[in-house]
């Protein structure tokens, strides 16, 4: 299974336009320490010639566009992407969507819950409707028209997205983690971006992949009320810090396999590669995402 990061950061990116952190003004400066990424979206596929997105980031026209393998061939618009699945309805994840609405050559899949939230309360969004299907949790899904590789949506603790929240209802479709297995080789691929807590179930995903995205979005549980005071602590937004009581670096290092944190926040230390916090990950054994790196699972 071939794996290509198309985006990293939380939504906003790095740098996020009205942030004057210092993580955003090295990466504005062009600092090479500190590298601009854009936010998240992740690109799989069974033989390097068609291609899955998981989650559908703002960022995805420039994200597409420095990707060789997801160009249409020329002078046609033959995209060689056969679906994109959502983890959950949170804007860096579904906004995207917008930007692919000219053709519908390709499929959405997400449950349920995440299609009715974002299709009945967002009208834009239902030019997409016919290319809209359905995954419920737990049952397997053909991810590619070759049916080589098999998605299956599991639930992970989570939250409804702040925009949906006077709207919709929590439910255990709304935040979900994906597995997707090699077919043919029996590989397995864990992607979960949002995650509040690491509960026996989620846990057991990532035990027996042999590559995990894990939520990296805050290095500590108060890391933006230090530079916004007042504002929400991470488990509050819904992410796992990756230390701390309630971290996951600790658990995520005594696994082997390959293990790397996306969805990181622009406040994050991790993104600077010469910060103590990177070096504490690295020490670990675990990956901090970058944008545009590919390799094989």
């Known amino acids: 299974m071939r794996v290509r990061v198309l985006g990293c950061c939380a939504g906003g990116g790095l740098p996020q336009w009205n942030c004057g952190c210092d993580n955003c003004v090295r990466a504005r400066a062009r600092d090479p320490r500190v590298p601009r990424r854009s936010q ?4 799989v596929s069974a033989d390097g010639a068609r291609w899955s997105l998981l989650n559908a980031s703002p960022d995805i026209r420039d994200q597409l566009a420095d ?7 020329p002078g046609t618009r033959d995209l060689p992407l056969d679906s994109i699945v959502l983890t959950s309805a949170e804007l860096d994840h579904v906004m995207g969507l917008l930007v692919l609405r000219e ?56 939250k409804v997205p702040g925009y949906l929240r006077d709207v919709a209802k929590p439910h255990p479709e709304a935040c979900v983690g994906l597995r997707i297995s090699d077919l043919a080789t029996g590989r397995r691929l864990v992607f979960a971006p949002g995650v509040r807590s690491l509960d026996d179930s989620t846990w057991a ?14 290095y500590t549980r ?10 929400p602590d991470a488990l509050a937004m819904g992410h796992l810090p990756i230390v701390g009581s309630e971290g996951s670096l600790e658990r995520l290092a005594a696994l082997p396999g390959r293990r790397l944190y996306i969805h990181m926040n622009n406040t994050n230390p991790v993104l600077d590669a010469d910060s ?12 901090v995402a970058e944008d545009g790196v590919e390799f094989e699972v």
Not at 40 to 43: I, K, N, Y
Not at 67 to 73: A, D
Not at 137 to 158: C, H, I, N, S, T
Not at 223 to 230: K, T
């Open 103 to 158: 053709a519908l050559s390709y499929r959405v899949v997400s449950t349920p819950w995440v299609r009715n939230a974002v299709l009945e309360h967002n009208a834009a969004w239902r030019l997409l409707e016919p290319a809209w299907g359905l995954a419920r949790l737990d049952q397997p899904l053909a991810l590619d028209r070759d049916a080589r590789l098999e998605a299956r949506l599991f639930p992970v603790p989570g």
């Open 40 to 43: 998240p979206s992740v690109a």
């Open 205 to 218: 995903e990532i035990e027996a992949a042999d590559c995990a995205f894990v939520d990296g979005t805050f």
């Open 67 to 73: 990707f060789p393998g997801l160009h249409p061939r």
């Open 222 to 231: 108060d890391e933006l009320q230090a530079h916004r005071p007042g504002a």
């Open 276 to 287: 103590r916090e990177a070096q504490v990950v690295g020490r670990a054994g675990v990956e």
